[in-house]
């Protein structure tokens, strides 16, 4: 099975997801104060949204980096890439919820944080299986060097920490969870050494 | 007609009608009881929506196998593949319906189970008349093996069976009728003899 | 411009348009009567969901055939296709208004089945202008013996004149206009032979 | 990396978010008043609606037109793509959220609207952005010649000028603003010089 389609449908299901986060970013509308005050009282909403539009955004980058890599999809893979997406959509959920608790404060946004970060958590574990699963079984078109799989590997472990790191800091305070999830983000943003090495290295 | 266009309006339906599923998941929000106990008031839902994110999943990759190996799309096709999608674009209703009447027991309940497994069971019927009339009308590229086309009708057949058994069962428990589509659709996920014996058998 | 990203854009559209149909199928929940009695409630939401579902099918049906046959894309095509796409983003709109007055009876009624008719007949002209522009600047790969072009304009006549006369029926009876809906999606289901002569008369 | 997964995925987000925006678009239903006094009411979302339909179908109009042309998509192609999808999946909201406030007059209707131009300028930015990195890194199949890339920067001009004045221009008048968002998209429509001259300039 080639992937063409595999991608077809997941880039659509990344699509709608990525779009249905901003199902979230409505305001109540005349008669609930001035739109300024709701507008600012929905900050959460604002930040959670821009994290969780980026962290799609990453993971769709990736997901294109290491399926044009593969050379075959077997079943499991099928199945990981389901795995993957279930976890992606359930992002806006997810990222709903938090936003309604954040300001809160208390169990209710420490549990809507640990929530919202283990979304990310299962999608990135999800990623890193399906990427497991590649090497694995020799489905990469170009091998990697020792040194890029290396890499690879600290990059996926980064992510994975920091999301298991924020589940823990949730429960102390769901905005600190928050600023890691950014962080994480804002790290597969600006870390590109390996990739740019990687295609060096491409014959 | 090539299928080429026919998958893609298809993956589409999929990839929208896989992620409208996870709408349903939206708690109330702050100032309905706690979260944790908002979340566990909903495990229907969450029971629900993976057990019909999976089964979409299931025919999204079937469908894949089939029409990989179309070499004609005729308008009886066209029209059967409409039947289809509007079994899957309904599955969001009867999900939702399914999750918001569980827990009520009695009547209502029965009907939203019955519902839910008429949807699996319209979308079952609908994807066998498009692989019926596919190997009537000669147009797979590969001929089945007698061996395989045996085996693909069984497979068909467990899930049908499955469903018509699930939507009697409704009557007797919504819950028997949910556990039953879970454990129809983990004997898609495990079963995948015939598909290697049929990649071993081609050319 | 080649068509294939019009295409894929549109299938999109498409896509999204057949699914979101399905977002007006939900019922009040426990508390509000009985399911059997709400769902009986609703038959106007069914029957105008399906209706709209077959009709955007055929309209993507039709769209398909057509860009196929387009040897360029010029910036009117791509505007008219816009146009088209605005009209398919309309239907779930007009769906929608058109189940709820249906039952009230009254001008309502009548205003809301003409709005809904009047969606179709906007998508059916613009579908006309795509037909005819292609047809008019030479675009088609295969140009139409005149007997071919004399059917096609025949098979999008009736389609426009069954929805005018529809706009004109519901403003005595809404159910009336719905029915028509119906007869002229069930016409372009059936009424295939013109496609089939337009494939025997291929080189 | 190729474009065509990132023109698949683009063209995902443009569909559904353009098809999101008629969600909006929904009547009370019974019992609140006349259904032709509702839909006179609802105005500012029709214009609306038409109007963020209008300038997304341009924007993947020139988008398709730009990646079309591009030879090599680097990471920094990718972040800002997500920049301008970003935009782009926030015009539901900032729609439906002028829409609510634009009868309303007074400080909030000035703010929806800067808000509803603001989320215009932010994706016409993020185009400029695209084609500035494009054309400084050499990324284009077809060099520009210095007069289309003249064209073409007075092109993008006229709409972020256009959306920056409606910004200023809705702190006194959010219907007048519109207005300008409605002129912004009817020049683009009509203004197709550049593009005929380009494609007739190419070898």
């Given at each position: ?64 980096a290491i399926f ?11 199945f990981l890439n ?122």
């Open positions: 099975m080639d992937s063409a389609r595999l991608e077809a449908f997941s880039d659509g299901v990344f699509a709608v997801a990525i779009t249905l986060l901003a199902l979230d970013l409505v305001v109540a509308g005349p008669g609930h104060g001035t739109l300024a005050h709701q507008l600012a009282d929905k900050w959460p909403s604002f930040a959670a949204y821009f994290i969780s539009f980026l962290t799609i955004g990453i993971i769709w980058v990736n997901h294109h044009k890599n593969l050379s075959e999809i077997d079943r499991t893979l099928l389901l795995l993957l997406l279930f976890f992606v959509v359930s992002i806006p959920f997810a990222t709903s919820t938090m936003a309604s608790y954040l300001r809160q404060g208390g169990a209710d946004s420490h549990l809507a944080a640990a929530l919202y970060m283990g979304a990310f958590e299962g999608m990135s574990i999800a990623f890193s299986l399906i990427f497991w699963w590649s090497v694995r079984h020799e489905h990469l078109k170009v091998q990697l060097a020792p040194g890029d799989a290396r890499r690879a590997t600290v990059r996926f472990s980064i992510g994975q920490v920091g999301y298991v790191v924020g589940i823990g800091v949730a429960f102390v305070s769901a905005l600190a969870a928050l600023v890691i999830s950014g962080l994480v983000a804002a790290y597969y943003v600006f870390e590109q050494t390996p990739r740019r090495d990687a295609a060096a290295d491409a014959p």
